[in-house]
């Protein structure tokens, strides 16, 4: 079936840092891609999204690129800010294969310090 | 536009007892999908729903139970807790289901805590 994978956290870094989570993706069909981010005590947020190869999603400064030849989507963010701090899921939808809910990775909690 | 909105926030219950939890979408979406979010399983589908039908379903227990009604809104029901149904329950809405600009919007949950 349809999985994520994405890096172990938790991440910690320092404001002004550059960030990268990695994530990578199996899927039987072409699959939209998402990032959703999670605030302490909050549902989820869609941060950006990607609907087939070479489709760079971007949104408040993050940005990921669908890369069908490696199958990732990895989130990258040029200068992190403390209220960036959140757990970010890497997510796909699957229409392709019929299978249209979110299939999410496990999550990666990040934490930037000033 | 208001946003999901999902009640109660907070839920305490007993083994054994079932529980309804409640899901509005935002105006104009049509289908309502549930998931269960758990500190050891991640994030796991239960089911969508659209236009009142139930069009795809996670791999839980009959337990587990769902229902949408003519204004989009939609409830989940949980029959003989267990404590393992511990979790923070998430609402997710969309215009349609499914093609090509296919995107879920969240409410805050309902953290369900069984005892």
């Known amino acids: 079936g349809d999985s994520v994978t994405q890096m172990e956290g938790p991440v910690t870094l320092s404001e002004e840092a550059f960030l990268t989570i990695n994530c990578t993706y199996t899927a039987t069909g072409y699959p939209s891609l998402f990032w959703y981010v999670q605030y302490p005590g909050e549902g989820l947020q869609l941060l950006l999204k990607?609907?087939?190869?070479?489709d760079k999603g971007s949104n408040k400064g993050f940005e990921a690129t669908y890369r069908k030849e490696t199958t990732s989507f990895h989130l990258e963010k040029g200068s992190v800010q403390v209220s960036d701090s959140a757990v970010y899921f890497c997510a796909l939808s699957d229409e392709g294969s019929g299978n249209t809910p979110l299939v999410f990775g496990k999550g990666t909690r990040l934490s930037v310090i000033a | 536009k208001a946003g999901v909105t999902q009640t109660p926030r907070y839920l305490i219950k007993t083994r054994g007892q079932q529980v309804t939890l409640s899901c509005s979408p935002i105006?104009?979406?049509?289908?309502v999908s549930w998931y269960q979010q758990t500190p050891g399983q991640g994030l796991q589908f239960l089911f969508e729903?659209?236009?009142?039908?139930?069009?795809n379903k996670g791999n839980f227990p009959g337990r587990f139970s769902g229902r949408q009604f003519s204004n989009s809104r939609s409830e989940m029901n949980v029959s003989t807790l267990e404590l393992g149904d511990s979790a923070l329950y998430l609402c997710a809405s969309s215009i349609k289901a499914g093609g090509p600009s296919y995107e879920q919007y969240f409410g805050p949950g309902t953290r369900l805590t069984v005892t």
């Open positions: 990607a609907t087939k190869a070479d």
């Open positions: 105006s104009g979406h049509r289908s």
């Open positions: 729903y659209f236009s009142e039908t139930q069009r």
